[in-house]
């Protein structure tokens, strides 16, 4: 499987962003989809996963209710919708993938085994 991030850019504090991800892949149902970010200097984290029946899991306190992971299986596509972004949300997101997998162990990097190239959000203050 590929994965192509997009959707990334500038905005200003309190604005809004929707990252997507484009699998290229047969079978995407199997797949379980996650959202890492890694900012300048930290290493990467965990934001938000969803699995192939679009039950999903967020990091609580990376998204507080402001993020919203959701994915098209007609399309091969995961999302992510970032609102109210905060200076603090500037960073590289990652979607990544991972076959069969549980949605109760996707907070994990090493739990995926298929990473997209990132895609830059910046946020202003």
């Known amino acids: 499987v590929q994965l192509q991030a997009s959707g990334g850019g500038l905005v200003q504090a309190g604005g809004s962003l929707r990252l997507s991800c484009a699998a290229s892949?047969?079978?995407?149902?199997?797949?379980?989809m996650g959202w890492f970010r890694q900012a300048p200097g930290k290493e990467r984290e965990f934001v938000a996963a969803?699995?192939?029946?679009?039950?999903?899991?967020y990091d609580a306190d990376t998204v507080k209710g402001r993020f919203t992971i959701s994915r098209d299986n007609a399309k091969n596509m995961v999302s992510l919708q970032m609102n109210s972004l905060k200076p603090e949300d500037t960073a590289v997101y990652y979607c990544?993938?991972?076959?069969?997998?549980?949605?109760?162990?996707?907070?994990?990097?090493?739990?995926?085994?298929?990473w997209g190239q990132g895609t830059q959000v910046t946020v202003s203050s």
């Open positions: 892949v047969r079978t995407f149902s199997d797949y379980v």
């Open positions: 969803i699995n192939r029946l679009g039950v999903t899991t």
């Open positions: 990544a993938a991972r076959r069969y997998g549980r949605l109760s162990t996707a907070t994990a990097e090493d739990y995926y085994d298929t």
